[in-house]
């Protein structure tokens, strides 16, 4: 640990060597972000500090990062830290074995549609009809590097070896054909009205990754916005998979004429195998929660309800189906739940089998 002598020389250090166009409002943010990383625990950070003239560069630009995350996360810089220091030690402690103690596992609330159906085909048709009225999140933060891309992101990979075409573009036309059919059909609305959006064009905005996802969509004031233009859903979805959006029409059907605050893209899983799975989860008091967990099969086994992810005779699938990273959301509930919670997500539980049960791990968000 640093001396209050040692801390004071790493502030005074770190504010020398960082000039620029305003100098006083700039040491002053440095000095405050330094100040809280000190008193939060975080002095490893400043162990092997550079003296002033040297590293400048670099220092300028971890101050910069630093100002900058503490500006977008809620809370700011302190409440990140100290959250993450809660998550560690509810992963320490025997609390994490009892996740899911006293909750009933049971099927989620859906609706199953088979391509091509005359029930698949009226969803379509009634989804095309929203379609004016969604915002398009693309979460994008994952990097290629693990595929042996170098410095690639997954939107930069093609999609198929035929065209060559990457991710991103795919996605921008699949949401310009949608918009198109809608078009061309004539079942978009007019857009005069106060109720409807200023524009027919899709808003799609790209955010670095999934932990970050709800605190800047509530930290940014793009929900109030959005709900303010008439944007009645929210599309959120993941890099790495073109062929979900050949769904999302008849997903927005499907949450507009089932009424769904949240509907979760999801596709048919064989029982008892070691993917993720969609399961609801109720407890004593009445409360429920619906989640994509991973090891559906592990964790189902271990509060003694194995046999409930076997193969349904009829389907030959599990009634418990695995998402395919696509969600439609309603803007006013999300918005709701963020402002509870301040923009922060609940932390992603993570089983990971272990002889005798399962282990979880928590991602903090």
């Known amino acids: 640990m640093l001396t209050e002598d040692e801390r ?24 405050r972000s330094v100040r809280t990383l000190l008193r939060e625990g975080q002095s490893h950070l400043f162990e092997h500090w550079p003296p ?10 971890f101050s910069e990062q630093v100002e900058k995350f503490s500006e977008r996360y809620p809370g700011g810089l302190a409440a990140y830290v100290r959250r993450a220091k809660t998550l560690q030690e509810y992963v320490g402690s ?16 859906g609706v199953i549609l088979k391509y091509g159906s005359r029930k698949y085909v009226e969803y379509e048709e009634a989804g095309l009809k929203e379609f004016a009225r969604v915002a398009f999140v ?9 595929l042996n891309r170098g410095n690639e992101i997954k939107l930069e990979l093609p999609t198929e070896s035929a065209t060559g075409i990457c991710f991103l573009e795919l996605y921008i036309k699949s949401i310009l054909a949608i918009q198109h059919s809608a078009k061309k059909r004539r079942i978009l609305p007019p857009v005069s009205t106060e109720k409807q959006p200023t524009s027919c064009s ?10 970050e996802v709800h605190a800047i969509l509530f930290s940014s004031g793009l ?11 929210v599309v959120i979805f993941e890099e790495g998979n073109g062929l979900t959006f050949k769904a999302t029409p008849a997903l927005l ?17 064989k029982g008892e195998s070691p993917g993720a799975g969609i399961v609801q989860f109720s407890n004593k008091s009445g409360s429920r929660m619906v989640a994509n967990i991973d090891c559906i099969h592990q964790v189902l086994s271990s509060m003694g309800h194995r046999h409930m992810d076997l193969n349904d005779f009829t389907t030959a699938h599990s009634p418990f189906p695995t998402g395919l990273d696509q969600m439609v959301l309603k803007p006013g509930p999300y918005l709701d739940e963020l402002t509870n919670t301040q923009g922060r997500d609940m932390p992603t539980v993570l089983p990971l089998l272990e002889e005798g049960g399962y282990d979880v791990m928590l991602e903090a968000q």
């Open 8 to 31: 004071g020389s790493i502030e005074e250090s770190h504010l020398n060597s960082t000039p620029g166009p305003t100098p006083r409002r700039r040491t002053t943010l440095n000095r």
């Open 52 to 61: 002033p003239g040297e590293h400048d560069d670099d220092k300028r630009r």
């Open 94 to 109: 025997n609390q994490r074995h009892k996740e899911f103690e006293g909750c009933t596992p049971s099927i989620a609330e």
């Open 138 to 146: 693309l979460v994008a933060g994952g990097s290629a590097e693990r």
């Open 202 to 211: 899709p808003p799609m905005i790209l955010i670095s990754s999934s932990g």
């Open 223 to 233: 929900l109030q916005t959005w709900k303010k233009e008439g944007r009645n859903w």
């Open 253 to 269: 059907g499907a949450s507009m004429l089932c009424d769904f605050d949240v509907n979760l893209l999801a596709s048919a899983r």
